[in-house]
């Protein structure tokens, strides 16, 4: 299955295993990606843990 990275435009090859919410990275900008739909393949941007500082 391959789908597109939503921020350089590669095309990325999704595992035949590969299930809603599984987080992958782009093989050509590194960008951390999660996979929202199995069928049709479909990714975004993996949203960004914040810092808390102990809050």
């Known amino acids: 299955m391959k ?3 939503p921020v350089c435009s590669a095309q990325i090859e999704l595992a035949k295993d590969a299930v809603q ?3 992958i990275e782009c093989s050509d ?7 929202v739909t199995v ?3 479909k990714v975004q941007e993996a949203p960004q843990e ?6």
């Open 3 to 5: 789908t597109e990275c």
């Open 21 to 23: 919410g599984e987080l």
């Open 29 to 35: 900008c590194g960008t951390e990606l999660e996979v």
């Open 39 to 41: 069928n049709p393949p």
């Open 50 to 55: 914040e810092e808390d500082w102990g809050e």
